[in-house]
């Protein structure tokens, strides 16, 4: 008799060393007093992850708030699918589910919005109107 799903040759220990380093991430963002400098504003534009640092920072600091003036779409819509995206990896190392990303024609509908959101996201925060001022960090 088999198992339900094929064996995983690490198991766990690869969640609790992705645990461990996410947790040494987060401690170097509250500590350190700068971030890393965003590649986009060389062009002298705003990328779909500038400010993404800062909004991090801010949420581990408990401000969501700020988090949300950082970067609204990194906090709204990529912070959940990072999270889900944890926790379906964490399920597939349990051996409770057999993939981390949706499969077949969701799974690639998924991609292309979240594709197509950055991509609206950065065009929409480059823009210089008014409204749209306050999407740029």
Known sequence: MGTRFASRRFGPFRTLSVVLGLGVVAAVLLISPVGPPCPFKTLGLDGPMCGGTRML???????PLLALDFNAFALLVLSPVALSLFVAGVRFELGSTRRIWPAGRGGVACAYLLGVGLLLWTILRNIPVPPLTTLST
């Open 57 to 63: 920072r801010a949420l581990l600091a408990g401000d």
